[in-house]
C-alpha cells in the first residue's frame, strides 16, 4: 500500500523559505500515477502546486512557477518528493498534501485534486504571516 508522509511545515515570515519532504513508502513506479504537491487554504478547494508528469518533467502552477521547485530522490520501494518553496507569500498559507495521484491518458496530475481518488498524505500545515 502506498502511505505518503509529509513533514517540514511551519510558520515563516512574508519573503521566508520552507522545504517539505514526503516519504512514499511501498512505491512502484507506473506511467498511470505521478507524485505532487497539492494544497488547501481554508475556504478554497484544493489545487495542484507541482507535480511530476514523468520523472525529471516538473509542472507548476502559475501561482509558484518561479519560487517553488519540486524534486525526489528515490531507494527501491520508497520515493522522498520534496518541495523547496522560497519568497513565501501569505496567500500560500494552507495545508500541504502529497499524494500519488492518476496521471496520463489526458490526465494532467495538477488537476486530479479529488481527495478520495489516488493515496493522500495527512498534510503539514504552511502558514506565512506578512
Known amino acids: 500500500q502506498v502511505r505518503p508522509v509529509e513533514s517540514g511545515g511551519g510558520s515563516v515570515q512574508s519573503g521566508g523559505s520552507l522545504r517539505l519532504s514526503c516519504e512514499v513508502s511501498?512505491?512502484?513506479?507506473?506511467?498511470?500515477?505521478?507524485l505532487g504537491w497539492f494544497r488547501q487554504a481554508p475556504g478554497k478547494e484544493r489545487e495542484g502546486v507541482a507535480a511530476?508528469?514523468?520523472?525529471?518533467?516538473?509542472?507548476?502552477a502559475d501561482a509558484v512557477q518561479g519560487r517553488f521547485t519540486i524534486s525526489q530522490t528515490s531507494d527501491k520501494n520508497t520515493v522522498w518528493l520534496y518541495l523547496h518553496m522560497t519568497n513565501l507569500q501569505p496567500e500560500d498559507t494552507a495545508m500541504y498534501y502529497c499524494?500519488?495521484?492518476?496521471?496520463?491518458?489526458?490526465?494532467?496530475?495538477?488537476?486530479?485534486?479529488?481527495?478520495?481518488?489516488?493515496?493522500w498524505g495527512q498534510g503539514t500545515q504552511v502558514t506565512v504571516s506578512s
Open positions: 511530476f508528469e514523468v520523472p525529471g518533467n516538473p509542472s507548476y
Open positions: 499524494a500519488r495521484v492518476f496521471c496520463g491518458l489526458g490526465l494532467h496530475p495538477l488537476h486530479q485534486t479529488a481527495p478520495d481518488i489516488g493515496n
Open positions: 511501498g512505491y512502484t513506479y507506473s506511467t498511470r500515477y505521478c
